[in-house]
T-cell receptor, first 114, second 112 residues
Framework: QQQVKQSPQSLIVQKGGISIINCAYENTAFDYFPWYQQFPGKGPALLIAIRPDVSEKKEGRFTISFNKSAKQFSLHIMDSQPGDSATYFCAASKGETSGSRLTFGEGTQLTVNP | DTGVSQNPRHKITKRGQNVTFRCDPISEHNRLYWYRQTLGQGPEFLTYFQNEAQLEKSRLLSDRFSAERPKGSFSTLEIQRTEQGDSAMYLC??????????FGSGTRLTVV
């Protein structure tokens, strides 16, 4: 059972454009929603995370939008750069927030063309 | 201590052989996790430890898999009688409550 569904599978954006990746979850007990960035041969690295008591969180060029009623959240990358080319994963966990087991989406391969 | 360390980085083994991976977490993190990631997929949870206690195991963790974390420090993941379907990246992560995960760079296992 896929509890976190992510789309699109791949995304190509021009330098300076906005990259948008979407995730939907099923389990209403989830209360922590991080996004991870992964480069080839490396482990995932935490980018930004949100809890359901806020609808948006921004850190630099990265913004998470969260819609609790729709059980959806998305990552927006503003002014996308070639160095942002990587695989992005959304995830969710429940109970003890950031210290709990994570359920990951399938990933989005982002390519930013120069 | 700059992060989570995993060894070896790559392992090629013949089907039927046993393999063991090691993970050294960030020293002040009391939780340690193992995940498995296959090509084009997100990481899947295998098991986690709080200090030395193994608190949860996924049903993905068959009888051939065993994990230990003696003294609540480093952890090992052993796979016995490897199969080709075990080929994957095995990721270790550590965390502390209210602090997000830090993943290691993983051990890539290839079973031939």
């Amino acid at each position: 059972q896929q509890q976190v569904k992510q789309s699109p599978q791949s995304l190509i954006v021009q330098k300076g454009g906005i990259s948008i990746i979407n995730c939907a979850y099923e389990n209403t007990a989830f209360d922590y929603f991080p996004w991870y960035q992964q480069f080839p041969g490396k482990g995932p690295a935490l980018l930004i995370a949100i809890r359901p008591d806020v609808s948006e969180k921004k850190e630099g060029r990265f913004t998470i939008s969260f819609n609790k009623s729709a059980k959806q959240f998305s990552l927006h990358i503003m002014d996308s750069q070639p160095g942002d080319s990587a695989t992005y994963f959304c995830a969710a966990s429940k109970g003890e927030t950031s210290g709990s087991r994570l359920t990951f989406g399938e990933g989005t391969q982002l390519t930013v063309n120069p | 201590d700059t992060g989570v360390s995993q060894n070896p980085r790559h392992k090629i083994t013949k089907r039927g052989q046993n393999v063991t991976f090691r993970c050294d977490p960030i020293s002040e993190h009391n939780r340690l996790y193992w995940y498995r990631q296959t090509l084009g997929q997100g990481p899947e949870f295998l098991t986690y430890f709080q200090n030395e206690a193994q608190l949860e195991k996924s049903r993905l963790l068959s009888d051939r898999f065993s994990a230990e974390r003696p003294k609540g420090s480093f952890s090992t993941l052993e796979i016995q009688r490897t199969e080709q379907g075990d080929s994957a990246m095995y990721l270790c992560a550590s965390s502390y409550p209210t602090v997000g995960y830090t993943f290691g760079s993983g051990t890539r296992l290839t079973v031939v």
